[in-house]
């Protein structure tokens, strides 16, 4: 499956944005979608999963009550809506997919990946 995110930009604090994963290929139903993000001298971190298997939904502590993470099987596409967004949301957020039965928070755990998407939040 190849994964193209998009969405991405400049905003304030306090806005919202909405990234999209298209997924081409292959159907993302088949797959746990997870996004991550990575700001400038960090490591890469996980942010929001939905599994395959009944659409459960997983979030870090950071983003939980903010972030929500969204499917569309008919449009084969991953959302990641982002609300009361702050200067430390900044970072290319990264969306990817996995299968089997592995955990869903570490990075390596993802067998395909999508380019990456820019998100600036200024204060």
């Known amino acids: 499956v190849q994964l193209q995110a998009s969405g991405g930009g400049l905003v304030q604090a306090g806005d919202s944005l909405r990234l999209s994963c298209a997924a081409f290929?292959?159907?993302?139903?088949?797959?746990?979608m997870g996004w991550f993000r990575q700001a400038p001298g960090k490591e890469r971190d996980f942010v929001s999963a939905?599994?395959?298997?009944?659409?459960?939904?997983s979030y870090a502590d950071s983003v939980k009550g903010r972030f929500t993470i969204s499917r569309d099987n008919a449009k084969n596409t991953l959302y990641l809506q982002m609300s009361s967004l702050k200067p430390e949301d900044t970072a290319v957020y990264y969306c990817?997919?996995?299968?089997?039965?592995?955990?869903?928070?570490?990075?390596?755990?993802?067998?395909?990946w999508g380019q990456g998407t820019e998100v600036t939040v200024s204060s």
């Open positions: 939905i599994r395959r298997s009944g659409g459960s939904t």
């Open positions: 990817a997919a996995k299968g089997g039965r592995s955990k869903i928070t570490p990075y390596y755990e993802y067998d395909y």
């Open positions: 290929g292959r159907s993302l139903s088949i797959y746990t």
